[in-house]
């Protein structure tokens, strides 16, 4: 990688400039890592000294207050007034207007505010990989953003018109100053995420965050209301550190060999085969991905290093630290469908989404999800084409599923078959949909298309078109599967009422022959 120089645009600290030298790693990069690293220190800090049982809630709140600013300030320079600036602005509607209508001024002000932002990093420094403010400025619109609507639903929605999960969220009354901004600058999802909710970020700072869970294997006390404190945190710290430098040595290692840019060479258009082209671009856009798992494995030991994650147990007595985990990576790897993919990844985001698109909207909630997300990313074309590829092929998927899982549901041999099928073709459409997000370009990105002849998309658009014209073969075989075990169950409940009709004649002579005897 090459060394970062100063003709660059990057407002942060140098202090460690010689480090980066030395390490031949971009002092951006550097001073990402130098911040994580602080964070995890740090976040020790709120279990122990500052741990709810010793501590006030507005020390809690200030200590992560405090810390997030400087951690912020030491990476963006004079550009961490937009990390104030956006959340201050929001605060102020949330504070001046009806609640009745102030998320969806809010959810203006910060998606405007943030594309500013967006456009404005485009202009300057058009495709650049270089960390700026626009990283925890997507996470600060995602926690301003959730925490109106959630006030929103707390202040002046009835209960039963709530969602499951929008009734667990709702806040019943406005937060302080010093709780807004604490939950925004919260140093430990500051620079990479995750989105961390209000009520999950409350019920942490006073001490709810250890719930009412209790082992399935802790068979002691049966008190309903005991406070069961969170086990042993190191051991999935520690794996989860691990893990993120081991994403983080295998993408710096291998990501020189396949950069994303070679799919731009006529070379490579023109000179390689089909099959050539899907093995790169499978290759490529996996590296790509263990540098978001770097990011986010980290950040979510940094939360857990805090005390924060815990989610109670398994069904084994294994403790659950996934609260407010971003991604999972191996389902991700080795998701058997579209849907399980996007599940499996930027969980957070996903549920931002949810929350504020999909669950609220009545009609086109699909493309409308998928609108947000674009918006949300910034204004490169890739990025279009990337949600635009995705709304078309979760349609086909759904499509699919409806009208042809059915077939393959009349044995094990059968199910199998299916799911392998899906596997590799969830691996090749999610390939052939990424690669766009990541070469950011419109014009080389269609060739492309072009190039591979547009295949998954004719494909995706038969599956469209066609398969629901074919309704009743699907249905007969669910109905020849149904008629199958309701004449198997008949037939055994026959067998069955034979069975004990035989079995109560002989109860009855057996008991005839014995009185008679006596």
């Excluded at 994650?309 to 084994?316: I, M, T």
């Amino acid at each position: 990688m090459a060394v970062a120089t100063e003709d660059f645009y990057y407002d942060g600290f140098r202090t460690f400039s010689w480090l980066s030298e030395l390490v031949d790693i971009p002092i951006d990069q550097v001073n990402f890592l130098i911040t994580q690293f602080t964070a995890l220190g740090l976040a020790g800090l709120l279990r122990s000294p500052l741990n709810p049982v010793v501590a006030s809630p507005a020390s809690r709140h200030a200590f992560g207050l405090v810390i997030g600013l400087v951690l912020g300030y030491f990476n963006f320079g004079k550009q961490a007034v937009h990390l104030a600036g956006l959340p201050a602005l929001c605060y102020v509607a949330m504070r001046m207007l009806d609640s009745h209508h102030m998320q969806r001024v809010v959810l203006a002000v910060a998606l405007i505010y943030l594309s500013c932002i967006h456009f404005h990093r485009q202009m300057y420094d058009y495709g650049s990989c270089t960390l700026d403010v626009t990283a925890p400025l997507m996470v600060i619109t995602q926690k301003v953003t959730s925490l109106a609507y959630s006030v929103h639903d707390g202040l002046t929605r009835k209960e039963d018109e709530l969602t499951p999960s929008q009734r667990y969220y709702a806040v019943q009354k406005m937060p302080t100053v010093l709780e807004y901004f604490s939950y925004v600058f919260q140093f430990q999802a500051l620079m990479a995420g995750p989105i961390i909710f209000y009520r999950d970020y409350i019920d942490f700072i006073h001490g709810r965050g250890q719930k009412l869970f209790k082992s399935p294997y802790d068979e002691q006390s049966t008190r309903v209301n005991e406070i069961v404190l969170e086990p042993s945190l190191t051991p999935i710290v520690v794996k989860k550190v691990i893990a993120s430098l081991l994403c983080a040595v295998i993408f710096v290692q291998l990501i020189p060999s396949y950069p994303i840019e070679k799919i731009k060479d006529d070379e490579f258009l023109y000179n390689t085969s089909t099959a050539q082209k899907y093995w790169y671009l499978i290759v490529s856009t996996m590296l790509i991905r263990f540098k978001y798992y770097h990011a986010w494995l980290f950040a979510d030991a940094i939360c857990n290093c805090s005390g924060l994650g815990f989610n109670g147990y398994n069904e084994d007595g294994t403790a659950r630290w996934d609260l407010v985990s971003n991604v999972d990576a191996f389902k991700f790897e080795t998701a058997l469908s579209l849907k399980d993919s996007i599940d499996a990844w930027n969980k957070g985001t996903n549920r931002w989404l949810r929350m504020i698109v999909y669950d609220r909207v009545k009609h086109n909630k699909t493309i409308l999800t998928y609108s947000l997300s674009a918006l949300w990313h910034g204004f490169y074309p890739g990025y279009y084409l990337t949600f635009a590829n995705g709304a078309f092929f979760t349609v086909a998927a759904r499509t699919v599923r409806r009208h042809v899982r059915p077939y393959f549901l009349t044995s094990k041999t059968k199910k199998v078959f299916y799911d392998a099928l899906t596997l590799v073709t969830t691996r090749l459409i999610l390939t052939y949909i990424t690669f766009s997000f990541i070469l950011l370009e419109f014009q080389p990105s269609i060739t492309l298309y072009l190039t591979m002849f547009l295949a998954p998309h004719l494909l995706g658009m038969s599956a469209i078109l066609v398969l629901p014209m074919m309704p009743k073969a699907c249905r007969e075989v669910a109905s020849h599967k149904h008629n199958h075990h309701a004449r198997h169950e008949k037939a055994a409940t026959l067998l069955h009422a034979a069975h004990h009709h035989n079995s109560s004649q002989r109860t009855s002579a057996s008991n005839g022959h014995v009185h008679k005897g006596k």
